[in-house]
């Protein structure tokens, strides 16, 4: 893009479309070929605009962003009037070129391109100028829209790894520019408790952050350790995961997002070496005492930390992965272990009979109440007051059919392989 000239998507494919000069006019065109012409429209009036491979030009799956020492342009000439294409000083790879553009691999983007069909008349030249005038950072994208994936309870140790590793590489991650904030994270990674949310429980915690008191807060004895990795067996949005550490008088929490669906073989596999499972989505910080209703993701972990701590959800070990058993005990480190957070049991609520004369509810229905919180004494002579979280119920007969204007929810799909043993 030119200096100044706004980001521009096209209006029929959402596309980014490039800048291009002539004659001292300006007009906006497609990266890469396309079946129609280029309607343009600030891409910030667009919801989703779409991001191109700047190599390929065939995939929106984009992982790393590269940066030239100086902006980059192409003159097309032998028309009416010579036309520059101004492509600015960032460019964005898919995961087929990023390692080939490690490599300085001009053929073998040239390759993808060509196979691609939609890559730049000139892309050989272009890739070369680029190529020439890299910086040696490169920066992971983390806005890229992969379809959120649940993680395998059993995968979580390896995870948690790649994740740290992660962290303390030379990779530029977007939102997590301090480094001292990369290295408190992926320290408070290394000595986490990893824990994975059944669909119930999942489920759950969303209600209650979603119904999160303006005056709620967390205390010193709410968290269940001082490091933890938690993973979502029902993605929260994008989301699937999410960490805290101790960190600067509270925690330090950051969410994360999977990378990778939609890819296989050596590109899945690059992937997965170079970044592994998660990139980071957020991050926040949480004091003892402050509200976490400005934020989603304190309100999100204020929902777990207080079910666990008033007992309305517990955890409790899963049987270790045996490949990642073996595999630690190679190295001769101790096989972390995984425990599976979940809703404690409770039967449907019966409901009281009353002998007032109102018409009162419908009893030959069972309706779903949600999961909510409540003020509650407790302590010596229930002289202290706290939140406690309730878990969604059904109140009726236990024998009577789902009330029709109730929420329908899934509340225990648990994958039988990362079930605990009954």
Sequence with gaps: MGANAPTMACRTCLDILNTVTAAGSTRYAHAAAADHPADPVPASTI????RLCDFCGTTHLLTFAYTTAGPVSTLKVGGAVN????????FRACAACAPRIDARDVDGLARVARAGRRAHPAAEALHRAILDD????????????WTPTPLPARTLPKVRDRLAALLRGADLIAGLPDRSSRSALADGLDRSTLTWANAQASVWARELAQATPAELTVRWEDAP???GLLAWAEPNGHDTALSWTVHDGGWQVASYHTVGSGLAGPDLQHLREQVGWLAPSA??????????TDDPLRCLLAAVWIAVACQAAESVPLKPDPALERTYRRRGQAVPQ??????RPRPARQPTKSSGTGTGLDWKFKTWVSGRYRWVAHGEKHSERRWQAVAGYWLGPEDAPINPHSAVR????????DAPER
């Design 47 to 50: 919801d989703r605009p779409r």
């Design 83 to 90: 036309e520059l294409d101004h492509y600015g000083t960032i």
């Design 134 to 145: 890299l910086r040696p950072a490169r920066a992971l994208i983390c806005s890229t829209d």
């Design 225 to 227: 350790s001082d490091a």
């Design 283 to 292: 991050v926040t910080h949480i004091r003892p005492g402050q509200p976490v």
């Design 338 to 343: 995984v425990r599976l957070l979940r809703v």
């Design 410 to 417: 899934v509340l225990d799909r648990v994958r039988p392989v």
